[in-house]
């Protein structure tokens, strides 16, 4: 089992950076494939990127092509989301997901308690 903890949300204007970091227990994180989503507020949760267990396969919501990057750092058990040119409507509760099958469909091991961003204009 996997348990998550997310950290690194806030408070930023429109054009600035955050970075989001979600730290995770248990020996195995590399056999996880790790995702970010995100539910704003009367939206539906959705969504924003993914990475595989070595860290070289990434996958993004169309939405933050461009601008969002994830990574991992299996020796820390770390799964990072770094979040440039920030836009007011990235405002959301962010959250990250562990699955050992597929982020589309899950089923998914553990969520994070999730992370709030906010981003005025």
């Keep these: 089992q ?10 930023v204007q429109a054009g600035g950076s955050l970075r989001l970091s979600c730290a995770a227990s248990g020996r195995t994180f590399s056999a996880y494939i790790m995702g970010w989503f ?4 009367g939206k539906e949760r959705e969504f924003v990127a993914g990475i595989n267990g ?3 396969s990434t996958s993004y919501a ?6 969002f990057t994830i990574s991992r750092d299996n020796a820390k058990n770390t799964v990072y989301l770094q979040m440039n040119s920030l836009k007011p ?11 050992l099958y597929n982020l589309a469909r899950g089923p998914f ?12 204009s």
């Design 109 to 120: 091991d553990a969520w994070g308690q999730g992370t709030q961003v906010t981003v005025s």
């Design 2 to 11: 996997v348990q998550l903890v997310e950290s690194g949300g806030g408070l």
């Design 89 to 99: 409507e990235d405002t959301a509760d962010y959250y990250c997901a562990a699955t």
């Design 62 to 67: 169309d939405s933050v092509k461009g601008r």
């Design 38 to 41: 995100r539910q704003a507020p």
């Design 54 to 56: 070595s860290g070289g």
